[in-house]
């Protein structure tokens, strides 16, 4: 089993920043990849960005792309999503998950482990 639990949200202005990390406990993830999804009320739960553990390559969602860095520590087995000139629109709970292929994917289907989530609101 993979535990996963994030941290570091909270309410932060528009145009500030914040960043959101994954602790990652459990069974060895060298060969996962990681993703951060968001899902905001009413909506359904959307990819922001993913990373692999070994090779560290990076995919990211369009809308997020240029504001929003993944990266990972592999010595503290975290995983970070950084997050600059925050949009209202950016408000949701952020998940962390972890996909055992290892490849990088934007479906939810693709991952089999989850965090429980932590909430980051943006105001105007």
């Known amino acids: 089993q993979v535990q996963l639990v994030e941290s570091g949200g909270g309410l932060v202005q528009a145009g500030g920043s914040l960043r959101v990390s994954c602790a990652v406990s459990?069974?060895?993830?060298?060969?996962?990849?990681m993703g951060w999804f968001r899902q905001a009320p009413g909506k359904e739960r959307e990819f922001v960005a993913a990373i692999s553990w070994r090779v560290g390559n990076i995919y990211y969602a369009d809308s997020v792309k240029g504001r929003f860095t993944i990266s990972k520590d592999n010595a503290k087995n975290t995983v970070y999503l950084q997050m600059s000139s925050l949009k209202p629109e950016d408000t949701a709970v952020y998940y962390c998950?972890?996909?055992?292929?290892?490849?990088?994917?934007?479906?939810?289907?693709?991952?089999?482990?989850w965090g429980q989530g932590t909430q980051v609101t943006v105001s105007s």
């Open positions: 459990g069974r060895t993830t060298s060969s996962y990849a």
């Open positions: 998950a972890a996909d055992r292929s290892g490849l990088l994917h934007r479906s939810r289907d693709a991952y089999n482990y």
